[in-house]
């Protein structure tokens, strides 16, 4: 008799586990995981501990911050039961119970998930209010987790409030935002409020670094710097970068490195940018247009290379001040940001950072960003080191530089050298006159002030100085429209700054001329006069009397 043996299913090939973006797999699973967010984690803490839990929670931040990951914790501590199933709510939900694995896998039936974006009405709304009459069914409490909340339409909030504000003791809210100022106000104050902060590029940095060592993946830190900061505080954005870096890297296992970053974002290199910033210091505008181009052959957006240089501007600001260095940064990076801090000014770091600045929008809205780019760095190069007007009137009274003449000005300014030269052999060039460092007249006085950034002042002197003398340095005004002590102190502090010399300022009871206000208006008054004056314009008005004069010679604009 034979005997027949049974061996059973023969062994199946093991499925490979579906592939998941590192946004999904290192979604945080514990508030120890959740970077960046100590406060909002300690006072739930406090809460839990002290059975102080509100009814209704409200996270906000900008993207990729944490928020709905923060709310899927909540859910999982205060629903949490412990491996023993005798577990309280806690700060430390185990992970293993059943309502731990459910609510991290989304298919717990007592925490429901609404995305507002697509549950706008007042119908969606209705429904959690009806259902949440009803005890839960297997959980502590019933949890509406409802993400971009912000979307929900008056009517739907206006029909939340009353099951918000006083909601069975079941019944928990957590509600994310990115835009906070959407939320009426009767909403935002029926709930406890948590702001999620940005998290810092250092954390972010070390939070990829960590990932990195679980995938397996090498990667330079100035490559996991170059995703944080990208990033922008971001971690969800900073893992998707981070997941483009490794496929990127490919399977050479050369690891995610910082060129690579750079090219795939599109960033400027930072030993390049320096070597920009050098050439533009040192006025070589011929270098500095060689260098912008190479780096666009290279691929890297000018707008990219505009926000560079403003970022290493500002560093070397920070630097000035006395800000400590970035460990994070590369000691390239560092030394020459403390090279430039002690060779550069305040006014001329501050000149630079308007240049760029403006640079950056002209090249964010140009149809041609690669030429305004050119032009923005001309303008750099022949800007940035000018000195402001007090400084160049100081220069002038002390005889340090001579005033400009036609001989001193820039050769980018001057005329082409043919008509130069037909110049110079037709009429000899005029011996430069002595200038005095002073304005000429008071308008001008006020002119300069208005440069020098006393707006303030030179407004006051154009709407209400009523000139006797001017004879500077000396200035007398009429006492009939007098001023305060406050502001004379101000004027004196103001004209001394713009010209670098001590103005005597005394005021007369003679009347004096028209404010320069008075004198512009007492102007355009006059040109509109002689225009209705003329023959032409009385012959129009006696043709149509309901006619008016709307622009003459000398208005000013209304714009």
């Known amino acids: ?15 490979p586990e579906a592939y998941r973006v590192l946004a999904r797999k290192y979604r ?18 406090n809460a839990i501990k002290r059975d102080r839990i509100a009814h209704a929670f409200l996270m906000t931040g900008v993207r990729g911050v944490g928020k709905t990951s923060t709310a899927r914790l909540i859910a999982k501590a205060l629903n949490c039961i412990g491996p023993d199933g005798n577990g309280g709510p806690t700060i430390d939900p185990c ?25 706008t009405g007042v119908d969606d709304v209705r429904e959690i209010i009806d259902a949440s009459r009803y005890s839960a069914v297997s959980a ?44 009426p106000v009767t909403v935002l104050s029926r709930c406890q409020r948590f702001d999620l902060r940005r998290i810092t590029a250092e954390k972010l940095a070390e939070h990829f670094a960590w990932v990195c060592g679980r995938e397996g993946v090498s990667a330079e830190p100035e490559a996991l710097m170059l995703i944080a900061r990208a990033a922008e505080g971001s971690a969800r954005d900073g893992l998707s970068i981070l997941d483009q870096g490794i496929a990127h890297a490919g399977l050479e296992g050369g690891g995610v490195t910082a060129d690579a970053v750079r090219q ?7 030993g390049a940018v320096r070597d920009l910033l050098g050439l533009v210091l040192s006025g070589d505008s011929a270098g500095a247009l060689a260098s912008l181009r190479r780096q666009y052959d290279y691929g890297v957006d000018p707008l990219s290379v505009f926000r560079s240089l403003l970022e290493t501007v500002h560093g070397v600001t920070l630097a000035k001040v006395g800000t400590p260095p970035d460990i994070a940064q590369a000691a390239e990076e560092r030394d020459a940001r403390l090279q430039w801090a002690g060779a550069l000014s305040f006014p001329v770091l501050h000149r630079l950072w308007q240049l760029f600045l403006k640079g950056h929008d002209e090249v ?66 005029p011996e430069p006159m002595a200038q005095s460092p002073f304005p000429e007249n008071f308008e001008a006085l006020v002119a ?17 100085a009523s000139v006797v003398i001017y004879d500077a340095p000396t200035l007398v005004l009429s006492g009939s429209r007098p001023m305060s002590t406050e502001t004379v102190a101000d004027l004196h502090a103001a004209l001394k700054s713009a010209t670098g010399q001590a103005w005597r300022v005394s005021f007369d009871d003679r009347p004096g001329a028209p404010t320069l206000n008075e004198a512009e208006k007492n102007s355009e008054a006059a040109a509109k006069a002689a225009i209705l004056e003329s023959p032409m314009i009385k012959a129009a008005f006696d043709a149509f009397p309901e006619a008016e004069l709307e622009q003459w010679p000398g208005k000013r604009s209304m714009a």
Do not use: W
Request: charge should be negative; include cysteine; proline fraction near 8%.
């Open 264 to 270: 795939m974002l599109g960033l400027s290199d930072r």
């Open 448 to 464: 300069l002030l208005d440069e020098a950034g006393s707006i303030a002042v030179a407004a006051k002197l154009r709407h209400g």
């Open 95 to 119: 992970g293993v119970c059943d309502p731990c694995r459910a609510i991290a896998e989304g298919r717990h039936i007592d925490v429901i998930e609404m995305d507002a974006a697509s549950h």
């Open 364 to 429: 964010a809205k140009a149809a041609l960003p690669i030429e305004a780019a050119e032009m923005s760095l001309l303008r750099a190069i022949y800007a940035s080191s000018l000195p402001d007007p007090g400084e160049l009137a100081r220069q002038i009274a002390s005889g340090k530089v001579a005033p400009p003449t036609p001989e001193s000005a820039p050769a980018f300014a001057s005329a082409p050298a043919s008509s130069a030269a037909a110049a110079d052999n037709s009429i000899p060039s």
């Open 28 to 45: 945080p699973q514990t508030f120890g995981e959740l970077i960046g967010q100590e406060a909002m984690v300690r006072t739930l803490e």
């Open 140 to 183: 502590r409490f019933k949890i509406y987790i409802i993400d971009e909340v912000h979307m929900l339409s008056k009517n739907a909030f206006n029909a939340l409030l009353k099951t918000l504000e006083e909601p069975p003791a079941h019944v928990k809210f957590l509600f994310a935002t990115t835009e906070v100022n959407k939320v």
């Open 1 to 15: 008799m034979s005997e027949s043996f049974d061996l059973g299913e023969p062994p199946q090939p093991v499925k």
